[in-house]
């Protein structure tokens, strides 16, 4: 039973990473229609950040006690890969995207691709993040509990909460403050938002930011759990990523956390049931809710606006 | 008007120019090609690689050179992928005219290549890819291509005979990269080894050299805690694994193959861990130590196992193209072959009928302290 138990919070720990991109996703797909498939990028992006705060920082002693530091260090990592992801999608929705705003979707959606193809091969050049595998660097110490035969590491526990925590600020800003009115606005109708006086294109630019500032934390968060980067690591976690969103119906910021756990789970047990099969498992979950419920989990059928 | 005019001239040199750099060259240099992972997942090992060859093709131009020619390095970067290495072998052999070849790395890099090599009656020696695919195929020997290293068979029941008799180690579990020979075939060695000599093998499962996430494996591995975990694969997925093996809670003996050998191994994680491997620089034979100084004099490193057998591998070759008196592949092969005892860091060297050394013996290390030790040489 306590093994059942044990792959059931690996599953979910995964899925925790797995939602923090997959929201990304679906708050774009909101707002614009627009799959943005440079997002798995940018959460590569944002664990080579906390990998250049964390080495530029190693030497640093900032209380003196080591597990505070290691925390802290973690936590600047983290706020660093935040900030850059954000500026990167912001600029990248400016230059890329918002041209392209009222042209055909497919458009859009082959730039998102080259988009995500550039970042991939540019900071694969020497002089930007390079073509190598590179050991994460851990600032916490391994420390793990063993509680009613269930085994919890740190990491599981810090997955866990720095996670829900974003979640929670994301849940504030999205229904709790104006900013977040505007981009339920923007999402539901972005015409008439503008004729109401919403500035839709600062909206948009807020989305992208947000939804990176989480893409980074989660890369920064996923190179400590699993400590090997290199700059075609997004593509998988985004393909997943994705494919919750679109299981949680995408466009669904509740949806996108389910359809995140969900993927995580179904993977970590196929995992423990035959190694080899655990992708094509998660990806047969997503085509069977698909079969059963098209819109996905969350998600409204929606009328094609003409 | 003036554009096209431009553009046309430029066009005329553009075709002129190559046809100018394919005039003869003097003459008097040998090109060898080296291909090894100089990016990518495993990049000290090509570093290493390729320092190992440069020491020695710069001793034997010191030394005069071969036949009164020069030695010159052609370096081809195979990123540790095998299309890499196919596109490496070929511009090397078809564009830089290239005849021998030193390379590459890894045994799934090393195959493909092998084939093209033997195709075109190029010579190829392969410094560390120890699976024996690498010089035969289908039971046939492709004839022009040998190796500088022991093969997998030896390597992986060196470790299992090491944990039974020595470490008097009882349980097991495996882990295995399914889409890389090298490691895959260790794998298999090592259990068929570990189950014959009465030891356990209780998880014995595959991943693909994308995953990450081990978090389920290593569930179903501590229901029944091994007092050794084998991983036989390259250092980076084994730093990856084993920090999540700890995270896990498992207290047992990490283990590995020479793929553990880089200075990028996190020796935090594996501290405690053995790994078979093809010299140890503590080894007090002349041979070694004076490649161990020479080596951290000219790199401020201690010569990892990559850059001897790289150091051991030109050796050979060049060996056998100064014995051949020519340039001409069929000799240098024949050379090749027929080398007998032939005195190299990691042993004296003889080919067996498919291009492998003889009697190589096989050194255990352990990370202790977060250096590597020599325990013990194994004589399979």
Same mark, same amino acid.
């Given at each position: 039973?306590?093994?059942?138990?044990?792959?059931?919070?690996?599953?979910?720990?995964?899925?925790? %990473?797995?939602?923090?991109?997959?929201?990304?996703?679906?708050?774009?797909?909101?707002? %614009?229609?627009?799959?943005?498939?440079?997002?798995?990028?940018?959460?590569?992006?944002?664990?080579?950040?906390?990998?250049?705060?964390?080495?530029?920082?190693?030497?640093?002693?900032?209380?003196?006690?080591?597990?505070?530091?290691?925390?802290?260090?973690?936590?600047?990592?983290?706020?660093?890969?935040?900030?850059?992801?954000?500026?990167?999608?912001?600029?990248?929705?400016?230059?890329?995207?918002? =041209?392209?705003?009222?042209? =055909?979707?497919?458009?859009?959606?082959?730039?998102?691709?080259?988009?995500?193809?550039?970042?991939?091969?540019?900071?694969?050049?020497?002089?930007?993040?390079? =073509?190598?595998?590179?050991?994460?660097?851990?600032?916490?110490?391994?420390?793990?509990?063993?509680?009613?035969?269930?085994?919890?590491?740190?990491?599981?526990?810090?997955?866990?909460?720095?996670?829900?925590?974003?979640?929670?600020?994301?849940?504030?800003?999205?229904?709790?403050?104006?900013?977040?009115?505007?981009?339920?606005?923007?999402?539901?109708?972005?015409?008439?938002?503008?004729?109401?006086?919403?500035?839709?294109?600062?909206?948009?630019?807020?989305?992208?930011?947000?939804?990176?500032?989480?893409?980074?934390?989660?890369? %920064?968060?996923?190179?400590?759990?699993?400590?090997?980067?290199?700059? /075609?690591?997004?593509?998988?976690?985004?393909?997943?990523?994705?494919?919750?969103?679109?299981?949680?119906?995408?466009?669904?910021?509740?949806?996108? /956390?389910?359809?995140?756990?969900?993927?995580?789970?179904?993977?970590?047990?196929?995992?423990?049931?035959?190694?080899?099969?655990?992708?094509?498992?998660?990806?047969?979950?997503?085509?069977?809710?698909?079969?059963?419920?098209?819109?996905?989990? /969350?998600?409204?059928?929606?009328?094609?606006? %003409? | 008007?003036?554009?096209?005019?431009? &553009?046309?001239?430029?066009?005329?040199?553009?075709?002129?120019?190559?046809?100018?750099?394919?005039?003869?060259?003097?003459?008097?240099?040998?090109?060898?090609?080296?291909?090894?992972?100089?990016?990518?997942?495993?990049? !000290?090992?090509?570093?290493?690689?390729?320092?190992?060859? #440069?020491?020695?093709?710069?001793?034997?131009?010191?030394?005069?050179?071969?036949?009164?020619?020069?030695?010159?390095?052609?370096?081809?970067?195979?990123?540790?992928?095998?299309?890499?290495?196919?596109?490496?072998?070929?511009?090397?052999? @078809?564009?830089?005219?290239?005849?021998?070849?030193?390379?590459?790395?890894?045994?799934?890099?090393?195959?493909?290549?092998?084939?093209?090599?033997?195709?075109?009656?190029?010579?190829?020696?392969?410094?560390?890819?120890?699976?024996?695919?690498?010089?035969?195929?289908?039971?046939?020997?492709?004839?022009?291509?040998?190796?500088?290293?022991?093969?997998?068979?030896?390597?992986?029941?060196?470790?299992?005979?090491?944990?039974?008799?020595?470490?008097?180690?009882?349980?097991?579990?495996?882990?295995?990269?399914?889409?890389?020979?090298?490691?895959?075939?260790?794998?298999?060695?090592?259990?068929?080894?570990?189950?014959?000599?009465?030891?356990?093998?209780?998880?014995?499962?595959?991943?693909?050299?994308?995953?990450?996430?081990?978090?389920?494996?290593?569930?179903?591995?501590?229901?029944?805690?091994?007092?050794?975990?084998?991983?036989?694969?390259?250092?980076?997925?084994?730093?990856?694994?084993?920090? #999540?093996?700890?995270?896990?809670?498992?207290?047992?003996?990490?283990?590995?193959?020479?793929?553990?050998?880089?200075?990028?191994?996190?020796?935090?994680?594996?501290?405690?861990?053995?790994?078979?491997?093809?010299?140890?620089?503590?080894?007090?034979?002349?041979?070694?130590?004076?490649?161990?100084?020479?080596?951290?004099?000219?790199?401020?490193?201690?010569?990892?196992?990559?850059?001897?057998?790289?150091?051991?591998?030109?050796?050979? &070759?060049?060996?056998?193209? @100064?014995?051949?008196?020519?340039?001409? !592949?069929?000799?240098?092969?024949?050379?090749?072959?027929?080398? @007998?005892?032939?005195?190299?860091?990691?042993?004296?060297?003889?080919?067996? #009928?498919?291009?492998?050394?003889?009697?190589?013996?096989?050194?255990?290390?352990?990370?202790?302290?977060?250096? #590597?030790?020599?325990?013990?040489?194994?004589?399979?």
């Amino acid at each position: 039973m306590s093994y059942v138990l044990q792959q059931l919070l690996n599953g979910i720990a995964l899925g925790f %990473v797995y939602a923090l991109i997959a929201l990304g996703y679906t708050m774009v797909y909101g707002i %614009v229609r627009l799959i943005n498939f440079a997002h798995g990028d940018v959460f590569m992006v944002g664990a080579f950040i906390g990998y250049f705060t964390l080495r530029a920082l190693s030497k640093v002693t900032l209380t003196g006690i080591a597990w505070l530091d290691g925390l802290l260090l973690f936590l600047l990592a983290m706020l660093a890969a935040m900030v850059v992801c954000t500026a990167l999608n912001v600029a990248i929705e400016r230059i890329a995207y918002k =041209p392209l705003r009222n042209a =055909p979707r497919i458009a859009a959606l082959i730039t998102a691709i080259g988009v995500s193809l550039f970042l991939e091969y540019f900071s694969s050049l020497k002089f930007v993040f390079g =073509p190598n595998y590179i050991t994460y660097p851990t600032p916490l110490p391994m420390v793990n509990w063993e509680i009613g035969g269930l085994r919890i590491s740190i990491l599981q526990v810090l997955i866990a909460v720095v996670a829900t925590l974003l979640l929670l600020a994301l849940n504030y800003i999205v229904h709790y403050t104006k900013m977040g009115k505007a981009m339920r606005a923007t999402a539901f109708d972005r015409d008439t938002a503008r004729l109401m006086g919403i500035d839709v294109d600062l909206t948009i630019s807020f989305t992208f930011g947000l939804g990176a500032a989480l893409a980074g934390a989660g890369g %920064v968060l996923y190179a400590t759990a699993y400590p090997r980067i290199h700059t /075609f690591m997004g593509i998988i976690p985004g393909l997943k990523a994705f494919t919750a969103a679109v299981l949680g119906g995408i466009g669904s910021l509740p949806g996108a /956390f389910v359809g995140a756990l969900i993927m995580g789970v179904a993977e970590v047990i196929a995992k423990s049931i035959y190694s080899t099969i655990a992708d094509g498992v998660a990806f047969l979950v997503l085509i069977i809710v698909l079969l059963v419920k098209p819109a996905g989990l /969350f998600g409204r059928a929606e009328v094609e606006k %003409v | 008007m003036r554009t096209i005019r431009i &553009l046309s001239i430029l066009l005329v040199v553009s075709m002129i120019l190559p046809l100018a750099s394919c005039g003869p060259k003097g003459g008097g240099t040998i090109k060898i090609g080296v291909i090894a992972p100089m990016t990518g997942d495993v990049k !000290t090992f090509g570093e290493s690689t390729k320092n190992g060859v #440069q020491m020695a093709i710069n001793e034997w131009n010191a030394k005069g050179g071969i036949n009164g020619k020069t030695l010159e390095m052609v370096l081809g970067d195979d990123k540790n992928d095998p299309a890499e290495a196919t596109n490496a072998a070929t511009k090397l052999i @078809k564009q830089d005219k290239v005849k021998f070849i030193i390379g590459s790395v890894s045994s799934k890099c090393s195959i493909p290549i092998s084939v093209i090599a033997n195709d075109n009656k190029v010579v190829m020696i392969s410094g560390t890819s120890t699976n024996p695919k690498v010089t035969v195929a289908d039971g046939k020997r492709k004839e022009y291509v040998f190796r500088a290293c022991f093969i997998d068979p030896p390597q992986g029941s060196a470790m299992a005979k090491f944990a039974l008799e020595t470490l008097k180690i009882k349980k097991a579990a495996v882990f295995y990269d399914n889409g890389n020979d090298y490691v895959k075939g260790l794998a298999e060695f090592f259990k068929a080894a570990f189950e014959k000599g009465g030891g356990t093998v209780t998880v014995y499962e595959a991943y693909s050299k994308d995953d990450t996430d081990f978090s389920a494996l290593l569930t179903k591995v501590m229901a029944d805690p091994p007092d050794m975990l084998y991983i036989p694969d390259y250092y980076n997925m084994v730093n990856l694994i084993a920090k #999540q093996a700890r995270d896990k809670g498992f207290k047992g003996i990490l283990a590995g193959g020479d793929g553990w050998d880089s200075s990028d191994l996190d020796v935090k994680a594996t501290e405690g861990g053995y790994f078979t491997n093809h010299y140890s620089p503590d080894d007090p034979r002349p041979e070694v130590q004076n490649w161990v100084k020479a080596y951290k004099e000219k790199y401020g490193s201690v010569p990892d196992a990559l850059a001897t057998l790289g150091y051991d591998a030109a050796n050979l &070759l060049l060996n056998a193209i @100064k014995t051949a008196g020519t340039e001409d !592949t069929a000799k240098v092969k024949d050379a090749m072959q027929a080398t @007998k005892g032939f005195k190299t860091v990691s042993g004296e060297i003889s080919f067996d #009928q498919d291009g492998n050394p003889t009697n190589k013996d096989i050194a255990i290390l352990q990370i202790k302290g977060g250096k #590597q030790v020599h325990v013990t040489t194994i004589k399979p």
